[in-house]
């Protein structure tokens, strides 16, 4: 499953509330290492389907959400579990690293 587009709408509701871990990234399509990231992100998603969610913050168009997550800098990457930040990194790297960093493997 391809990760899923959350808005500050949504973002309640997709990942606060959300049964399963969510990986959350904070990314601009401007963004030269966030574009660098989308293949990464995508094998990322289909590899830990059903088990955690994968899902996207467009910061250009989520100001909220962003600002309340601090994120100065991008890509970001977030682990959430129920409601909770278990995790967190910056920048583009290899799936394997983001694993890591995220403490999913």
Known sequence: MPPIEITDQ???HEVMHSDSPVVVEFYSPKC???Q??????DALSK???GKVKVA?????????TSTRYEVTGIPAFF???KGIVTGSTLG???KGKLKKELGLG
Not at 36 to 41: A, D, F
Not at 56 to 64: G, T
């Open 79 to 81: 682990l959430i579990k």
């Open 10 to 12: 949504d973002f309640e």
């Open 36 to 41: 660098r990231m989308v293949n990464t992100v």
């Open 47 to 49: 590899e830990l389907d």
């Open 92 to 94: 583009a790297m290899s």
């Open 56 to 64: 996207k913050v467009n910061v250009l168009e989520n100001p909220l």
């Open 32 to 34: 030269t290492h966030c």
